[in-house]
């Protein structure tokens, strides 16, 4: 009933205990709220909060055009609706050392149980695209200990993303995978790994858990899960598949309603009225008035 009843602390020390097993932890992606709740009841290890989504759900690319503010919004209404731990993308820390580290406290506050920042140049852009650029070594490494600093609970992750591996190559990414490593990340996103052998070799390159990504359509080949356990990777996220599976569907219910002028043929694919309240918990809410759940809804 409204939100989560374990608070961010909690959520940071557990996902800590957690990285310190032999564990492969997954994270699917969510879009909004909601979805956040259907991935806690499906009974996933956390919650992904993706740039690329954000800047989809307001109707722009991935390029850098998203704000701080806007990004601890979305966090904190995700981050509270439940009891996993959220990871958010936190960009490039959206400007220099300085605003790195507001970014930090602010998602903080927002209730995450960690963040990412990464090495792209400012504006950045999606990992999975070409042309990107990166920032050296010296900045990527400010940028992590601003981080590190900032943070006033010391059980906040916070990872380092490099993509280094697109601009210079495998053994360039895992160069400064250690640099990161020693600038104080607690764990590494290698985006765009090439292969199997890639994720074992930045797992085996640094001494702090791996984050593996599986975004469909992009650089990467979609690994299972034991692929990537056998490999070494702590973390698997599945950042915009939700939003992808979604909007497909509403394409697909779209097309539907101009070609039939109904949408009786897609009854069986949608997610049923019933369903939909029992994922609210519209009962819980008679606890203020019993007359909010006082109907039966039907299923047939």
Known sequence: MLYCTTNAAEKRARLRERLATDETLLFPGAFNPLSAKLIQEKGFDGVYISGAVLSADLGLPDIGLTTLTEVAGRSQQIARMTDLPALVDADTGFGEPMNVARTVQSLEDAGVAGLHIEDQVNPKRCGHLDGKQVVDVDTAAKRVRAAVDARRDPNLLVMARTDVRGVDG???????????????????????????????????????????????????????????????????????????????????????????????????????RSRLYELLDYEAYNHFDTGIYNFTVRTD
């Open 170 to 272: 495998f053994d360039a990414a895992a160069d400064r995978a250690r640099a990161l490593v020693d600038a104080g990340a607690d764990a590494i996103f290698p985006e765009a790994m090439r292969d199997l052998a890639e994720f074992e070799a930045i797992a085996s390159a640094v001494e702090v858990p791996v984050l593996a990504n599986m975004t469909e359509f992009g650089k990467s080949e979609l690994f299972t899960t034991d692929q990537l356990r056998d490999a070494g990777v702590s973390i698997v996220i599945f950042p915009v598949s939700l939003l992808r599976l979604a909007m497909g569907a509403a394409e697909r219910g779209l097309d539907t309603i101009r070609r039939e002028g109904t949408l009786t043929s897609e009854l069986a694919s949608m997610q049923h």
